[in-house]
């Protein structure tokens, strides 16, 4: 039920401003999440979020980039967007920056949407699909979660493996994957990604993998193949580990298993590198969320180095960037893929963009994260039925964090007006 103030007619020329800019670090919930709610002078109030190093995200919003937004008109998304990314580069910032204006950008859009009443992937240029295939990722309920374990808060690959029980993928995609599998597809999902290999770089290193490790870590792969086939399609994320002999021993012992992308099985700062990895890897090879910036990601292209281009919403830009990296893999016929293992909104900026753009092929969620602290979060969930995503049905992106969320008394809560 949308309750907000709403404006009373749509603004030909936008007469809102922005009055405040108000962030929070949810750390009981997801330590690494930054929160962002963008205030306007007509009751309207645009949502955001990005993830990692949240207190230095939120130190730009408020110390540098609000100087740019507050008093400004929030319907201006791609000027504020293109000042911002200037400003931050002519400083060479491309890591914290960019998660600040990402989460700027997706509250600039919710903005726009509420104002215009309709859903961001209609104000991209409407439906290209009438939902969003999705595959499950290995995450359990506590991964990335736990408070007070800062020793492996935002490192991928480090967080929770988790114990046996419900919803905890990590352990079952290491320890029961067959019943995973089944299970998986008894909810209709159709494809699983495995993170195996993390527990091999973290007793071996980057370097070398004995095979008797490489075989250990796809035996649950195989598990799967065995007990159901072809049905479930398999992916396996590297977590960008390892160095080209390693991650040549992983692609040579996966090619039987035909799965439909490795991704950042290697090391990504090296474009001609991962170039050289796919050339011999013999199976699809996906890049990578871990690239920060548009001519990354242009190169990857160029050099021939991806299948399939994995994009964050809420890392690279926000949903203004994303669409613009996955119309620019449209130009190579590699098709785009949204990155999600953080905050809800990051899932939904990705559907936003996923519904709304013809080359993106999937959208990647976590099940265990939606059905257990999404709520605690945002006021409508993601709707996932026999493995697609609903594309959002309300107006900007179709849901809203929890008031109770931006509280003064909560952690590193900072408001701007
Ligand atoms: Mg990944």
Not at 83 to 99: H, I, V
Not at 170 to 196: I, R
Not at 274 to 285: E, I, T
Request: charged share 20%; aromatic share 8%.
């Amino acid at each position: 039920m949308d309750t907000s103030p709403q404006p009373k007619s749509v603004p030909k020329s936008s007469h809102i401003k922005i009055v405040a800019l108000e962030t929070v670090i949810p750390d009981d919930i997801m330590p690494g999440l930054l929160l962002l709610r963008i205030h306007t002078d007509n009751g309207l109030i645009g949502h955001g979020e990005t993830y990692y190093a949240p207190h230095a995200v939120a130190a730009l919003i408020h110390d540098w980039m609000g100087r740019r937004l507050l008093g400004s008109d929030p319907l201006s998304i791609e000027n504020h967007w293109r000042f911002l990314y200037e400003r931050a580069s002519a400083f060479g910032g491309r890591g914290a920056e960019l998660r600040a204006l990402s989460a700027i950008d997706l509250a600039l859009w919710d903005i726009l949407g509420q104002a215009l009443q309709c859903p961001v992937w209609q104000l991209l240029g409407g439906k290209a699909r009438e939902k969003v295939r999705v595959y499950n990722s290995s995450g359990g309920p506590t991964y990335g979660r736990r408070a007070g374990e800062a020793r492996d808060q935002g490192w991928p690959g480090h967080g929770d493996m988790g114990k046996p029980g419900p919803l905890e993928d990590n352990w079952a995609s290491n320890f029961a994957a067959g019943d995973l599998a089944e299970e998986l597809l008894s909810e209709g999902y159709t494809a699983m990604k495995f993170w195996t290999f993390d527990r091999a770089y973290h007793q071996y290193g980057p370097h070398f993998l004995p095979w008797t490790a490489v075989k250990e870590c796809i035996r649950p792969m195989e598990e799967v193949r065995s007990r159901v086939g072809d049905r479930m399609e398999i992916l396996l994320d590297g977590h960008g580990f390892f160095q080209l002999p390693a991650a040549l021993r992983i692609a040579e012992a996966m090619r039987d298993l035909k799965p439909l992308w490795l991704e950042d099985v290697l090391r990504v700062d090296n474009v001609d590198t991962l170039s050289d990895f796919r050339q011999k890897a013999g199976v699809p090879v996906a890049v990578s969320e871990m690239l920060p910036t548009r001519e990354e990601y242009r190169l990857v292209l160029e050099k021939r180095a991806a299948d399939y281009v994995m994009i964050d919403p809420t890392w690279v830009g926000g949903i203004s960037e994303t669409r613009r990296l996955a119309e620019l893999a449209q130009v190579y016929n590699i098709p785009a893929t949204m990155h999600d293992c953080t905050g809800p909104l990051t899932l939904f900026a990705g559907l936003h963009v996923a519904t709304a753009v013809p080359n993106v092929v999937f959208q990647e969620s976590v099940r265990a994260h939606i059905r257990t602290f999404y709520s605690s979060l945002i006021d409508t969930n993601v709707m996932i039925e026999n493995g697609f995503a609903l594309p959002p049905e309300g107006p900007g992106l179709g849901t809203r964090l929890l008031p109770s969320l931006f509280a003064p008394e909560h952690n590193g809560y900072r408001i701007s007006r």
